[in-house]
């Protein structure tokens, strides 16, 4: 099985997680890395249980009158939850999608450069702006040097990549703060598959970059 | 984070004995003595999530109901009740805003887990005592306090959180990794001095 990652979401995308706060596309990315992570999955565990405190001591706000009794009424009803997704798809083979996106996606890449493939992830909840993908970089191909105009987190599915701030291997995430710069690549070996949920348009640098603008859909 | 009540030291444990009533014999008095003491506050909760009032009375009633049907998966051993009633609403809510009857898996399903299983956590078992955690969170100092409640209840982006505090790119990412090692490091010492004083 996969060994633990090593990069970890920030404590505060561990807590906002927990808290049911984050964007529907930074909660996906975080949820594939708890796949792997149990420390994550204690802090949010942690921050669940905080969660449960701020609930308790919450003031109280009336319902109606008749909230308990149609609560009561309702009891028996039978639930009505949509069965959970067949695990189905494989982004390559011999690897599974994350189950956080399950039914997401029929694992078809595009290629959308030489060495590149991209698929678009259609999230419910997403808030406009909000960008979902998966992208598969061939092995040692460089990215162009991009800035984010909004946050940035990824999580890497298969394979590693190399930024200035090191290597990411499967089960690590990365986050960039607006504003910030990097150029990754793939390391040899494996094309580097990873889960990445931007807010905000990317910024690319000189005119290669830009003319590959489209390879992130933006 | 307001100031604990007498009572609240006791309510933990009449909480978990409801759970139990419930799943043991669908018991209704006590499934309407957990209403009255949480459907009010998840209201509460809802509201301060963003909620409009008219969603924020079904979703309450909703998570509610999903405390009934689920009462029997409550593993006392792994969270108080207040959390679990917390991550239900949660849920909830994020299934209402994604309109999908499809929660993100649950990240302590044991299908999830391929890794070794959790080792023993003194800091989660230290968590699950509500009132201990109650007085660790009063430690914080107010402006570590102040970050760990916006992450709860803003749903927004921290650069903005910082905009609203007036405070320095960073520093709310900053504050809250204090916190949370402030929280962890007084959950992980012995019990003797635990609870509301």
Redesign the interface.
């Known amino acids: 099985?996969?060994r633990?990652p090593t990069h970890h979401p920030?404590?505060?995308t561990l807590?906002?997680h927990?808290?049911?706060?984050l964007p529907?596309g930074s909660?996906?990315v975080v949820?594939a890395h708890?796949?792997?992570c149990?420390r994550c999955?204690?802090?949010?565990?942690?921050g669940?249980?905080?969660?449960?405190?701020?609930?308790?001591?919450?003031?109280?706000?009336?319902?109606?009158q008749d909230?308990?009794a149609?609560?009561?009424a309702?009891?028996e009803?039978p639930?009505?939850?949509?069965p959970?997704?067949a695990a189905g798809a494989e982004l390559a083979p011999g690897l599974a999608l994350p189950?956080?996106l399950r039914?997401l996606t029929d694992g078809r890449w595009r290629r959308v450069a030489p060495g590149i493939g991209r698929i678009r992830l259609d999230v419910?909840?997403a808030r406009s702006g909000e960008l979902v993908y998966l992208l598969r970089v061939a092995p040692g191909r460089r990215l162009p040097e991009h800035g984010h105009r909004?946050?940035e987190i990824t999580c890497v599915l298969a394979g590693r990549f190399r930024d200035a701030s090191g290597v990411y291997g499967p089960g690590d995430v990365a986050e960039m703060?607006?504003g910030a710069d990097h150029q990754p690549s793939a390391e040899p070996g494996e094309a580097c598959i990873c889960l990445i949920a931007t807010?905000g348009r990317l910024r690319m640098r000189g005119l290669l970059a830009r003319a590959l603008q489209p390879l992130v859909g933006v | 984070?307001?100031p604990?009540g007498p009572e609240?030291s006791e309510?933990p444990r009449d909480d978990a004995a409801l759970v139990l009533a419930i799943a043991t014999r669908r018991d209704?008095a006590a499934?309407?003595a957990l209403?009255?003491r949480?459907?009010?506050?998840?209201?509460?909760?809802f509201?301060?999530?963003g909620t409009p009032a008219d969603r924020?009375?079904d979703l309450?009633?909703e998570t509610?109901?999903?405390v009934?049907?689920r009462a029997d998966s409550y593993d006392p051993g792994?969270?108080?009740?207040?959390?679990?009633?917390?991550?239900i609403?949660?849920?909830q809510?994020?299934d209402a805003?994604?309109?999908?009857?499809?929660p993100?898996?649950d990240?302590?399903d044991p299908s999830?887990?391929?890794?070794?299983p959790?080792?023993p956590?003194d800091?989660?078992d230290a968590?699950?005592d509500?009132a201990r955690?109650?007085a660790a969170?009063r430690d914080l100092p107010p402006e570590q306090a102040e970050v760990?409640?916006l992450?709860?209840?803003?749903?927004r982006?921290?650069?903005e959180i910082e905009r609203a505090l007036g405070i320095p790119?960073?520093t709310?990412?900053s504050r809250?990794?204090l916190?949370?090692?402030r929280?962890?490091a007084r959950?992980s010492q012995p019990a003797s001095k635990g609870g509301a004083p």
Not at chain 1, 18 to 21: E, H, R
């Open positions: 099985m996969m633990e920030a404590d505060e807590l906002r927990a808290a049911g706060s529907a909660a996906l949820a708890l796949e792997h149990p999955r204690a802090a949010v565990r942690l669940e249980a905080v969660g449960g405190v701020l609930l308790a001591d919450c003031p109280e706000t009336p319902l109606a909230a308990l149609r609560s009561l309702r009891l009803e639930e009505s939850r949509a959970a997704p189950t956080a039914g419910p909840g909004g946050q703060e607006a807010d | 984070m307001n604990a609240s309510a209704r499934f309407s209403f009255a949480y459907a009010p506050r998840l209201k509460t909760w509201l301060r999530s924020a009375e309450a009633q509610m109901l999903a009934w049907r792994r969270a108080a009740v207040a959390a679990w009633i917390f991550t609403g949660r849920n809510r994020i805003l994604r309109r999908l009857a499809r993100l898996p990240a302590d999830l887990a391929p890794s070794a959790e080792a956590d800091v989660l968590a699950r509500e955690l109650r969170l760990v409640r992450a709860y209840y803003e749903d982006p921290h650069a790119l960073g709310v990412k809250l990794r916190a949370m090692g929280l962890r959950l």
